[in-house]
């Protein structure tokens, strides 16, 4: 297997960029290419099916590769959740904070780069985010992979001008906004906010606008409001409660349209209960009240790839989920899917629910808004209020997968770049 690590010594989304456009080039010629970055520091995350985050880049490098995310393309994340900046290994705290600077992460780079699967023709390295100033990580994932190096910063090429560069940002992150489409949703920013990524399919409707409220004054009348995931329910809780949140949420509802996801899910219930303390010392408090769910805060979390059909709607639907506390649904035939694939295997079970109105619902399942027909779905339900034209919605992955090949017909025209990988990557033609 011949490696390949782009470098940059300065933060920069043009390294990925490059590692992308190597990912998808050599793939496109019929190599079998893994995208590797042993380290991220980021909450720019994406939760892969095996309920893992990975950097968000990692998953278009993947998809770049014809490959399925996967936490062995990322496996060390540093991750800030709230005050505390935390690292994980494959899914699992190691560390946090102080300890961070002082951990001994050449062990685990060593083990995690000997692990490198050899049935593949190419592994295409992002060099990982630099922790220490004299960035002897990423130099020790040069030696040990016997790599040739590509730095970012001696290809002296300019890619501000990019025509492909918001548009793959922008398929890829939801924050960028498109303040002139006549379709405004709104995502409720709350301290503890994850699963981002979950918005993103989103950004790729042209008539859409996303934006993020912070605070009450910032509401304003959205078409959809999105209530995100959360790492910790009960305390983003009483941040909701604090600003008053939960009143603009409650009066919004006679007449909007309100999303849950998760932990926006459980927001939107009777009642938090966390008897044995897991994500705060309050033992109950009451969440605001929109669908009549309890939730129940358990010592171990649920992690699930499950697919169903959308009850009332007769919708399929599929997605992963991965939470603490288990949601009690206190209403009968106010369950929103039915799940019948949990993990491969045939199962039978009600998730999620939904008000009277059906303007108010929530479920478990992260990245529904992938399904085209789903987001169509409720896309169309707002341009029909608005009298606005309706559409089908595009399938995301084959979306980025368009914007990547952007991307690499791009780099071809940048002779100076092209001519640079002919020299140094002796086996290849670009």
């Not at 505390?84 to 780079?109: T, V």
């Not at 399938?395 to 140094?424: A, C, P, Q, S, V």
């Amino acid at each position: 297997m011949k490696t390949i690590l782009v470098s940059s010594t300065e933060p920069s989304v043009y390294k990925s960029l490059i590692a992308t456009f190597l990912c998808r080039t050599l793939t496109k010629k019929g190599f079998n290419v893994f995208p590797f970055k042993i380290l991220s520091c980021t909450n720019d995350v994406y939760r892969t099916t095996e309920g893992n985050n990975i950097g968000r880049f990692q998953m278009i490098e993947s998809i770049a590769c014809d490959k399925i995310p996967s936490i062995s393309m990322n496996p060390l994340l540093i991750y800030k959740d709230d005050d505390d900046n935390i690292l994980y290994h494959r899914g699992r705290k190691i560390a946090k904070n102080s300890e961070i600077s002082s951990f001994n992460f050449k062990e685990i780079f060593k083990n995690e780069i000997e692990s490198l699967d050899d049935k593949y023709d190419y592994c295409i390295i992002e060099s990982c985010d630099t922790i220490d100033e004299k960035d002897t990580l990423n130099a020790l994932t040069a030696k040990l992979t016997d790599a040739f190096i590509i730095s970012v910063d001696d290809l002296n090429i300019d890619l501000s001008d990019y025509d492909f560069h918001e548009n793959f940002l922008k398929a890829s992150n939801f924050a960028v906004k498109n303040p002139n489409a006549p379709i405004d949703i709104a995502i409720l920013y709350t301290p503890y906010i994850s699963s981002l990524m979950d918005i993103a399919p989103l950004s790729i409707e042209e008539d859409v606008s996303l934006r993020i409220i912070r605070e009450a004054k910032e509401f304003g009348n959205p078409d959809l409001l999105i209530i995100p995931g959360s790492s910790n329910t009960c305390k983003d809780m009483i941040y909701v409660r604090k600003y008053n949140l939960d009143d603009i949420v409650r009066e919004y509802s006679k007449d909007g349209l309100i999303l849950g996801i998760c932990g926006g899910y459980q927001l939107l219930g009777q009642k938090l209960i966390d008897p044995f303390g897991v994500e705060s010392e309050i033992k109950e408090q009451s969440a605001i009240g929109l669908l009549n769910v309890d939730t129940i805060f358990e010592k171990t979390s649920v992690y699930n790839r499950a697919s169903g059909k959308i009850i009332p709607l007769n919708m399929e639907i599929e997605g992963v989920e991965n939470h603490f506390g288990v949601s009690y649904n206190n209403e009968v035939n106010k369950d929103f899917i039915h799940l019948n694939i949990e993990n491969q295997k045939e199962i039978s079970k009600n998730e999620g629910a939904y008000n009277d109105s059906f303007n108010v619902f929530g479920t478990y399942l992260h990245r529904c808004f992938e399904i085209p027909y789903f987001r169509a779905y409720l896309l169309n339900r707002i341009r029909e209020k608005k009298s606005l034209k309706k559409s089908v919605s595009k399938h995301y992955n084959e979306y980025l997968i368009n914007e990547i090949d952007k991307i690499t017909e791009n780099f071809k025209l940048k002779l100076g770049f092209k001519f640079y990988l002919e020299r140094i990557l002796l086996w290849e033609r670009f």
